[in-house]
Each structure stands twice: as structure tokens, then as C-alpha cells.
């Protein structure tokens, strides 16, 4: 079956990084669009960024220019780059697949 399992949180301050980690298996990883999504605490969840399995590349707009996705397809890895961080960053983080398949989820939380 398909599995998801991200990497990488925890707990920074304002305008340091993380560098997120997915890693899949169960699928033709470079088949398939990639996504990261967010779920801050009483908010609903929301994509972060996303890119295709021929590397398009797409972002929310509050992460533009701050956050970078990228995946290595050898390792059937994709990766959430965040850069100067903000506490309106803080959520769980998830990674997606094909609009059905979920990781567990990985804390980020942003100090100020």
C-alpha cells in the first residue's frame, strides 16, 4: 500500500529554516504530483506547495520566495525548503499524493 512518512520539523525561531522530508513507497514515485499542505490549529488545511511529476513547480502565496519544493525521484523523496520562517508558519505539515494518500504529519513551530 501507499505510504507517506514526512521528516524535519520542530521548533525554530523567527527567520530560521527547516528542511522538510517525504519519503513514499507503494507508488511509481515520479508518476505522480507531489504536494505539501498545512494545518494550523483551528484552521482547515491548506496546500503549500506542490510539483509535478515533470517539476512544475507551484506555491501558496504567503511561502512564495521564502519556501522551495523539490524532489529526488531515486529516493522517492520530495522536500519542503522553508526559509525565513514566521510564526504564522506554525502548523502541521503534511505531505499528499494523487489527492488521497497522507503522511502522519510533521510538527513546525515558529517562535517569535
Known amino acids: 500500500q501507499v505510504q507517506l512518512v514526512e521528516s524535519g520539523g520542530g521548533v525554530v525561531q523567527q527567520g530560521e529554516s527547516l528542511r522538510l522530508s517525504c519519503t513514499a513507497s507503494?507508488?511509481?514515485?515520479?508518476?505522480?504530483?507531489m504536494g505539501w499542505y498545512r494545518q494550523a490549529a483551528g484552521k482547515q488545511r491548506e496546500l503549500v506547495a506542490r510539483?509535478?511529476?515533470?517539476?512544475?513547480?507551484s506555491y501558496e502565496d504567503s511561502v512564495k520566495g521564502r519556501f522551495t519544493i523539490s524532489r529526488d525521484n531515486a529516493k522517492k523523496t520530495v522536500y519542503l525548503q522553508m526559509n525565513s520562517l514566521i510564526p504564522e508558519d506554525t502548523a502541521v505539515y503534511y505531505c499528499?499524493?494523487?489527492?488521497?494518500?497522507w503522511g502522519q504529519g510533521t510538527q513546525v513551530t515558529v517562535s517569535s
Open positions: 499528499n499524493t494523487q489527492d488521497s494518500y
Open positions: 507503494g507508488i511509481i514515485f515520479a508518476l505522480y504530483t
Open positions: 510539483i509535478g511529476s515533470s517539476g512544475y513547480k
